[in-house]
């Protein structure tokens, strides 16, 4: 068998008849109700980038489209699960080598007819073995370029919309071998996904940040707050 039977194979599957123990969206709560449990513990909020104009209109709605997770973002079940990748898109460390190694080879074999990517860019495959039902690959930059980020967040969104992907995770791209300051990084991701859910709210149930170090989740706690205010 080739990946593209392989692919449909899987693609025909449900998260759970793949991976029985994965984390399914009803069980991801959404940050309105994190916040409501946890709100003794969150750490004090933390002011959005001064470029960034919320339309407070939409508080409320979108407080119910994303969340946080803390964990491997392998166990997925979502439509797309996002990989922090390398140009040559054929595997690395990190993320990406958690995601090569959960999906099987068939993922590399699909890789390999890609061609690479560039910074910034966004490509697509199939999961696999892994209970999500797609993987967009996006490249992130190495050390603090703020252009090029903000392209991973845009370019996956936007291939999401394409494939009318409705649930979707990100990992924290950049931070880790990269090296991105990760506050720095977290503004970005937490500002590109306000403003495209404000655009497109009706074409997304949820958009998951996979958090996989405290420092991360203390930094998202804080600015999501003002980011995707609560009453
Ligand atoms: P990059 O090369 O873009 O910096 P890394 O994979 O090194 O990518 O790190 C990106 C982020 O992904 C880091 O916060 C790292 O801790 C996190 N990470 C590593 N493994 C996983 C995983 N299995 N699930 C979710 N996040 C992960």
Same mark, same amino acid.
């Given at each position: 068998m080739g990946w593209q039977d392989v692919k449909e194979k899987f693609l025909s599957l449900s998260g759970e008849q793949k991976s029985p123990n994965c984390e399914t969206l009803e069980n991801i709560p959404t940050w309105k109700t994190y916040a409501s449990i946890k709100k003794a513990t969150l750490p004090a909020k933390k002011q959005t980038l001064s470029d960034i104009v919320i339309d407070n209109s939409k508080n409320e709605i979108l407080a119910e489209k994303i969340s946080i997770y803390i964990g491997d973002i392998t166990h997925l079940e979502v439509d797309a699960i996002v990989n922090a990748a390398?140009? +040559?898109?054929l595997g690395g460390g990190g993320v990406d080598g958690a995601i090569h190694r959960g999906a099987g080879k068939y993922l590399l074999a699909e890789c390999k007819t890609l061609g690479g990517c560039e910074t910034g860019e966004a490509k697509i495959t199939g999961s696999y073995?892994?209970?999500?039902?797609y993987i967009i690959h996006t490249v992130g930059p190495v050390g603090e370029k703020p252009g090029y980020l903000r392209n991973c967040y845009e370019n996956s969104l936007k291939l999401a919309l394409e494939n009318n992907l409705r649930s979707i995770a990100f990992p924290c791209? +950049?931070?880790?071998?990269?090296?991105?300051p990760n506050e720095a990084a977290a503004h970005i991701a937490a500002g590109v996904v306000r403003k495209k859910l404000e655009e497109?709210?009706?074409?997304?149930d949820r958009v998951i940040f996979c958090l996989f170090l405290d420092i991360d989740t203390n930094i998202y706690e804080s600015i999501l707050q003002s980011y995707f205010p609560l009453k």
């Open positions: 390398n140009k +040559s898109l073995q892994l209970p999500s039902k791209i +950049s931070t880790g071998i990269y090296h991105y497109h709210a009706d074409k997304f």
